[in-house]
């Protein structure tokens, strides 16, 4: 392994492939982010957004939970699971208008092109043939290149983004009506385009928008058409709905509602719970039969008859009832299988490397450029694609003889391929009678059916057709992935890999002589090699790829070529969604950290430099928070003047026993004395605790039990405040820097909405004067709440006071700054968390998690520290 380890090392040194090079300082990796100089590594960005899963128990919330009874709850429960069905049904319709559309431009395409080569190749004019088909393809290529210039999150596959979704990262335009609307016409025109491209990929992407927007009953792209339709207000019910669409787009382009269910559990989603997962397989399967009910009755005319489950079948695998020696698959065979599960392994860390180099040089030297560039990029593939395709089917080809088989087909075969006879996807360019052309009828037919040939077509594929179009796919496949097309990579994945899997069985058959092998079985297990060698999926793609053949007694050998494949990969380099998930920088999370991690602790990685709000603050204040900071949420508190003596004690700042370096509490006070020096970007300090002024000039009793001092402040209501004077440069560090005991947690989005509807009181009131919102009113401007740039306030007095108690969450998830690593990450992750505070033993926060702050990278950078200090 160390030696196959060091070959492709060799062979894909200059797009490093091998691993990441650890060269990084201490001082670099804690502020991630940026691209580092030296080896281009990108590290996660700090500005993409988390999705809220967890519930803000605030005073609204508390008040519909009031009037909520078990009525109204299996009412809730009723609509949500017919807003599921109604997800379904919807992804399997938008199938059913791709693949529609899809056929009848390729048929138009292939037919006209098919009848100007047997023409000319009489003529002698098979350049206009060329140009013939140059015209297509680069007609629809540019008509989709033009769709994702209108919405540049419709290029690729989707998967990576909607990967980061479910992981709980909120990724600006990814469920969009727009973005729908160009991934699904894109597509059609990408695949129509002869790109060697799937589009089952974008479906999955185009199921995950339908079950975001569907709910919402509203979209900024229709601002006009809105319903009052008040649930499902909330990420944590928006993000059900998008693993229920996920889920139903992998059903309706494999007809797998079972792997579709998993695919959604396994790729995506960090939370989950029993009644998603029935809700989402009702999802899948009301995707899948609604597909196959359309698709069948409209190509058969038979409705109801439920033959096509999905847009991508693989026939029946079943020997001639003539060969009694042949059997799908034996026990010998699986010793094949595991050696071409390590092939397909190391041949995907191949293609993802190469592909992971030119992802990185489109980003330096595309992306920065005019946005016709893009477009120009596009059709360039679309001509070399062409030229190659057509060159390779007319020069490349050899023709073989026909077997009976062949000639007439088995039913699956003539109905899994299409409505016509067999024969239709079997071209004889230059070819005498009963024999055919095998490198066009590989090349000058759908991806789908080149698929269905390799696995069933008895009439044999010469080792070198074989081997050259497995080369030429490979490399065109991974140049086309990542251009500015909706683009999907199970099919072309699967093509490649089936190509690989009959050469190997033709070689066995032809060379070794063992002549009881089933070439079929060989294309499968060859195509879920290098497809999961190329994504590295284990649980839902063997069931999906099980699904697709209706066969069960594939499972043994699909799941161990998997595992093997993946695990060969594994050990080059990353799948290809992850692959293009650290290129966008995205702060994605894995399952679990590595057991190395727990020498650190919560204390260590957590972000001391707060930005803070009193329970009741000044609009001018909140305003000035706002508009400073970029923070999604602030700590509500109050400053903890009683603790103050003991907190500041030689070189070490010791709050309750509980230990921090002097460093992260000199940054903090630093940055308070930064804001100290314009009165509009200190947000807390005008405003003083009364309570608080009390306390801090009656020395505190020292025999006092601490458990009574916090049973008492436990219950304490919060106090009223009233404006002071501007914090003064002549304080000291003790006083610009005091123990903070928090409160509650309140949301940028909260107190925007605040300020827009005007809750607030004049100092000279209670307030119990303020205005109080509904839960329906906090919740009425989800999900695109108003930037506090684009607001005017110059109607609200600055002076007035707005007391954010009643809408913050006074319950968040907190931990110890004691607690290790791994109880930190399981808790952020399997909650689905936003942020999670830092408090000591007394109710002081001390620091804050996010997101960011659980990176792999920010952890090895934390790690790195730590051993330094050792």
């Known amino acids: 392994m160390a030696g196959c380890r060091g070959a492709l090392c060799c062979c894909c040194r200059w797009c490093c492939c091998c691993g990441e090079r650890e060269t990084r300082t201490p001082e670099e990796l804690t502020i991630l982010g940026e691209t580092q100089e030296e080896d281009d590594e990108i590290l996660p960005r700090k500005d993409y957004e988390s999705l809220d899963y967890d519930r803000c128990i605030n005073d609204p919330y508390l008040e519909v939970l009031e009037t909520m009874d078990n009525k109204k709850g299996r009412k809730y429960e009723a609509v949500k699971w017919m807003m599921v069905f109604a997800i379904g049904v919807c992804t399997g319709l938008v199938g059913l208008f791709v693949d529609f559309f899809v056929r009848l431009f390729t048929q138009l395409k292939f037919g006209v092109v098919q009848t100007s080569v047997e023409e000319c190749s009489q003529k002698g004019c098979l350049a206009l043939s060329l140009l013939e088909l140059l015209g297509f393809n680069l007609t629809f290529v540019f008509l989709a290149s033009l769709l994702v210039l209108i919405e540049p999150v419709a290029a690729g596959s989707g998967i990576p983004e909607i990967k980061c979704y479910l992981n709980g990262v909120k990724v600006p335009g990814i469920v969009r009506l727009r973005t729908l609307l160009c991934k699904v016409f894109g597509v059609l025109f990408s695949v129509a385009g002869g790109l060697f491209v799937g589009k089952e990929g974008p479906m999955i992407h185009s199921g995950a928008v339908v079950g975001a927007g569907l709910p919402q009953f509203q ?24 693993s229920a669409g996920a889920a139903a787009g992998v059903a309706a382009a494999f007809g797998a509602p079972i792997g579709g269910t998993l695919f959604s559990l396994e790729e995506g989603s960090s939370f989950w719970n029993q009644g998603l997962t029935w809700k989402v397989l009702f999802c899948s399967m009301s995707a899948t ?26 026939g029946e695998f079943k020997c001639s009832d003539s060969d009694k020696k042949c059997h799908l698959w034996t026990a010998m065979d699986l010793g094949f299988f595991v050696v071409m599960g390590v092939i397909g392994g190391l041949l995907g860390a191949t293609f993802n490397c190469l592909n992971k ?24 593939v679309s001509v070399v694609t062409t030229v190659v395709v057509f060159t390779a089917s007319m020069v490349l080809g050899e023709c073989r003889q026909m077997s009976a088989s062949g000639q007439i087909g088995n039913d699956s075969f003539q109905l899994q391929v299409s409505s016509e006879d067999v024969n239709s996807s079997i071209k004889t360019f230059f070819c005498p009678n009963e024999t055919y052309n095998d490198m066009a009828t590989l090349f000058f037919n759908p991806q789908e059916s080149a698929i269905l040939q390799l696995f069933h077509q008895d009439g044999t594929f010469s080792p070198v057709t074989l081997a050259l179009f497995f080369v030429l796919y490979f490399l065109l496949a991974c140049w086309t992935y990542g251009i500015s097309v909706p683009s999907g990579l199970f099919v072309p994945s699967l093509l490649c890999g089936a190509a690989f899997g009959r050469l190997v069985a033709n070689v066995l058959k032809s060379y070794i002589g063992l002549g009881h092998i089933y070439s079929g079985t060989f294309a499968l297990i060859g195509a879920a090699a290098f497809l999961g060698g190329v994504v590295r999926m284990t649980i839902s793609l063997t ?23 993946k695990w060969t990969g594994d050990f080059f380099n990353k799948g290809i969604y992850d692959i293009h998930v650290g290129l966008r920088g995205v702060p994605l999370l894995e399952w679990e950290t590595e057991a190395e991690m727990d020498k650190l602790r919560a204390s260590d990685i957590m972000e001391p430099n707060l930005t803070y709000v009193y329970p009741h603050t ?18 509500v508190v109050t400053e903890n003047r009683g603790n103050e003596k003991e907190f500041m004690k030689g070189n070490q700042l010791i709050s309750n026993n509980i230990r921090f370096k002097k460093s992260s509490i000199l940054t903090r006070a630093g940055e308070q004395r930064r804001r100290s020096q314009s009165m509009k970007s200190y947000p807390s300090s005008e405003l003083r605790n009364v309570c608080d002024e009390h306390l801090a000039s009656e020395e505190p009793a020292e025999k006092e039990d601490l458990l009574q001092q916090m049973l008492e402040r436990r219950y304490t ?11 003064s440069e002549d304080w000291t560090m003790e006083e610009r820097f005091r123990p903070l005991t928090f409160h509650g947690l309140i949301l940028r989005s909260q107190l925007v909405t605040l300020l827009v509807r005007g809750v607030c009181y004049s100092e000279n009131q209670s307030s119990a004067s303020q205005p109080r919102l509904s839960y329906a009113e906090m919740a009425e401007d989800y999900p695109r709440y108003p930037d506090i740039h684009d607001l005017d306030l110059t109607l609200l007095n600055p002076r007035m006071i707005v007391d954010v108690t009643p809408y913050m969450n006074p319950s968040p998830f907190t931990v110890s700054p004691n607690t290790h690593v791994s109880q930190v990450f399981n808790l952020f992750r399997t ?21 960011h702050n659980l990176t792999y990278e920010f952890l090895q950078a934390r790690l790195r520290q730590h051993y330094q200090t050792i």
């Open 219 to 242: 979209s900024i792209s229709l601002r006009k058409i809105q319903f009052n339709f008040p649930y499902f207000r909330s990420d944590r019910d928006k993000r059900d709905f998008v």
């Open 289 to 314: 039969f609604t597909l196959n009910f359309f698709r069948s009755g409209i190509q058969f005319g038979s409705w109801g008859s439920f033959q096509l489950p999905g847009l991508l079948n693989f």
């Open 357 to 380: 180099r030119l992802a990185k040089y489109r980003m330096r030297n595309v992306h920065p450029k005019p946005k016709l560039v893009r477009v120009l990029e596009s059709l360039l």
């Open 543 to 565: 069931v999906i790829l099980i699904e697709s053949t209706n066969e069960i007694t594939y499972g043994l050998p699909i799941m161990i070529t998997l595992m093997v494949a």
């Open 618 to 635: 000044r609009i001018q204040s909140l305003v000035s928070i706002l508009r400073t900071t970029v923070h999604h949420a602030f700590p």
């Open 717 to 727: 209501p919060y106090p009223n405040l009233y404006p002071d004077q501007s914090p």
């Open 831 to 851: 909650m689905g968390l936003r942020h999670l505070p830092v408090v000591n033993a007394v109710g002081e926060i001390v620091g804050i998690i996010t997101r």
